[in-house]
């Protein structure tokens, strides 16, 4: 991507996300620093950049997590800055994390039913019983390929099923927008595979992808735009094949 691509612009895209001039320090320490960036509507859209440049600082700032400092988050044209989660949320946005985050001793279809309701633990799963909520788990949980585990307790999946357990909670508010953060982190490779599988045919459905993901392979394959940080802040963005021969993107993964 040019130079001038990186200038904050006026009007991000109609329905996009984007951010401006978003920063978040813990201490003396920088973590987001001044990122605008805006990611591509309809697209799959990949952060990258070294460990602890601010990936995962950054997607908690957008997702309501975190609170950045200063700077703002839009979404579909709305200032999305600073709402809690389940605000954020409801405007759309779906996001995993990259430690797995699901309730070890409860069953696949009751992490699925607990996922579509806010409240309690107890209250989300009384009130989900509902055949809808069970018939679109199940199908959901058929789609991610666990639908044979649904009785299992969550403790006793591979990483690689929880994390599509994990895929398959978000996809139960029928999020446009969802956000990964490492899909493939700790996976093996077939269910790598079928992650990548899945995000490609949800986006040709009409979802939007923004995936943190250190695995280059899936990300050059799978990504349509990537923006690359480094100590906080976009250093480029663009198509795999321009990202990969950026000169500031080399230096930053090489130190170079
Ligand atoms: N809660 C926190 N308290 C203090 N420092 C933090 C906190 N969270 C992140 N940091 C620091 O902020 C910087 C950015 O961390 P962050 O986890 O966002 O990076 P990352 O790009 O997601 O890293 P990785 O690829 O290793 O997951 C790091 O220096 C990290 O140590």
Not at 235 to 255: K, M, N, S
Request: net charge negative.
């Amino acid at each position: 991507m040019s130079d001038t691509e990186m200038q904050p612009r006026a009007e991000p895209l109609a329905g996009s996300l984007a951010t401006v001039g978003l920063s978040k320090s813990f201490g003396g320490v920088r973590a987001v620093d001044d990122a605008t960036v805006t990611f591509l509507p309809g697209k799959i859209n990949a952060v990258i950049g070294p460990n602890g440049s601010g990936k995962t600082t950054y997607f908690n700032c957008v997702t309501g997590m975190i609170k950045p400092d200063s700077g703002s988050v839009s979404y579909r044209g709305n200032d999305i800055t600073g709402r809690p989660p389940h605000r954020i949320a409801q405007a759309g946005i779906g996001r995993s994390f990259q430690l797995c985050r699901i309730f070890p001793r409860m069953t696949v279809l009751e992490n699925m039913l607990v996922s579509v309701r806010s409240g309690t633990v107890l209250g989300k799963l009384v009130s989900a019983r509902q055949r809808t909520d069970i018939d679109r788990a199940r199908e959901l949980l058929t789609r991610v390929g666990i639908d044979h585990l649904e009785h299992a307790e969550a403790r006793d999946l591979s990483y690689g099923q929880q994390k599509l357990l994990e895929l398959a909670g978000v996809l139960m508010a029928d999020p446009e927008t969802i956000m990964l953060d490492e899909p493939a982190g700790g996976v093996n490779p077939a269910l790598i595979d079928r992650i990548g599988g899945l995000v490609r045919t949800l986006n040709s459905e009409g979802k939007t992808f923004l995936i943190v993901e250190h695995n280059m392979d899936m990300i050059m394959s799978l990504s349509d735009h990537i923006v690359v940080f480094d100590r906080g802040s976009p250093i480029a963005a663009g198509a795999p094949e321009v990202v990969q021969d950026d000169p500031r993107v080399l230096e930053a993964y090489l130190g170079v």
